[in-house]
């Protein structure tokens, strides 16, 4: 039978989550410590707290509000996420652009392999996360018809039926995918951010970098990890109804620490994306 396991007490923040923990973590892949992950945000996020708790209390002084928040807590999260995008990926992105622009990409069936192998690797646990569902907020993800672990699989057969031979997932998949295994039975906020991005990444800027590689050198071919069943936009507004639910239990410490998270679903996010150029 699963064991409830209490929140750690040193976890102030999630004191009054609605998360419950039903099981311990089982990992098969993840041989890094978490804490190797979690180090330097420890201290960040400690800072951090101090700030978001003075901020809080001057917001309900002030009534302020956040970007975002008259709409729900996904437009909270866009505009995070749209703000660390560089200027050159989308007109809202604040960042200075780095490396190539996406229009100069010299992009190798090898490289983008290793991404789509390593994406795979990432869907693959987010799929089985919420699966398992170690919080149960979490089932409410399950069967979105945003899945992309089964289309990436027939694409990936699809490259080897063409004769290319299938790279083993590298460290930016195992990396990330072990961070989102710890997480997701850690810290609830922290994990639903990564799943956001992942997830809506891929069908804005995602789908962008799918055509301009499919241009370059698979012959237009539309791969499956593109492909919807249904009408896309009806599949993220429901996700983002069910988001913006999970969300409403929420402190606004616990949302503006699942807001925090957002660089570092951008910075491993990056990490797989930069394996097209490799
Ligand atoms: C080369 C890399 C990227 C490009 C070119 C790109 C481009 C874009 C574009 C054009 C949009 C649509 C903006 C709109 O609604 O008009 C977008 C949305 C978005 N991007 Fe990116 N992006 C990139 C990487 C990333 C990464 C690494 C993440 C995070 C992991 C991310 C997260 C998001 C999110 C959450 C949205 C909002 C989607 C929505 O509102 O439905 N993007 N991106």
Same mark, same amino acid.
């Given at each position: ?41 420890? /201290?960040? %996020? ?17 009534? =302020? ?18 703000? /660390? ?60 018809? %945003? ?27 195992? !990396? ?6 710890? /997480? ?12 956001? !991005? ?13 055509? =301009?590689?499919?241009? @370059? ?9 593109? @492909?919807?069943?249904?009408? /896309?936009?009806?599949? %993220?507004?429901?996700?983002?109804? @069910?988001?913006? @639910?999970?969300?409403? !239990? ?29």
């Amino acid at each position: 039978m699963a064991s409830i396991t209490p929140l750690s007490q040193s976890q102030p923040l999630y004191e009054k989550t609605q998360f419950t923990l039903l099981k311990k973590p089982q990992n098969q892949f993840c041989s890094i410590p978490f804490s190797r992950f979690t180090q330097s945000s420890k /201290l960040s %996020l400690k800072k951090s707290r101090m700030v978001v708790v003075s901020a809080t209390t001057a917001a309900e002084k002030s009534n =302020k509000r956040y970007p975002g928040e008259a709409k729900g807590f996904v437009e909270e999260m866009r505009f995070v996420a749209m703000k /660390l995008h560089t200027r050159d990926q989308s007109k809202e992105g604040e960042k200075e652009p780095e490396g190539q622009p996406m229009a100069k990409w010299e992009p190798s069936v090898e490289g983008y392999l290793k991404f789509l192998v390593d994406s795979k690797l990432v869907y693959d646990t987010l799929e089985k996360i919420v699966e398992k569902a170690p919080f149960p907020e979490y089932a409410e993800f399950r069967n979105t018809g %945003l899945e992309r672990s089964e289309g990436l699989a027939k694409d990936l057969e699809w490259f080897r039926q063409q004769g290319y031979a299938i790279p083993g997932p590298s460290a930016p998949g195992l !990396n990330y995918a072990c961070y989102l295994e710890e /997480l997701s039975e850690k810290d609830p906020q922290a994990f639903i951010c990564h799943f956001y !991005n992942t997830y809506f990444a891929h069908s804005a800027g995602g789908r962008m970098i799918g055509r =301009k590689v499919a241009e @370059k050198i698979l012959n237009k071919k539309e791969l499956e990890f593109y @492909k919807w069943d249904g009408d /896309l936009s009806q599949l %993220l507004q429901n996700v983002r109804e @069910k988001l913006n @639910k999970v969300a409403e !239990n929420w402190t606004r410490e616990e949302k503006n620490h699942c807001l925090e998270e957002t660089e570092k679903s951008f910075k491993f996010s990056g990490e797989i994306l930069r394996l097209i150029l490799s």
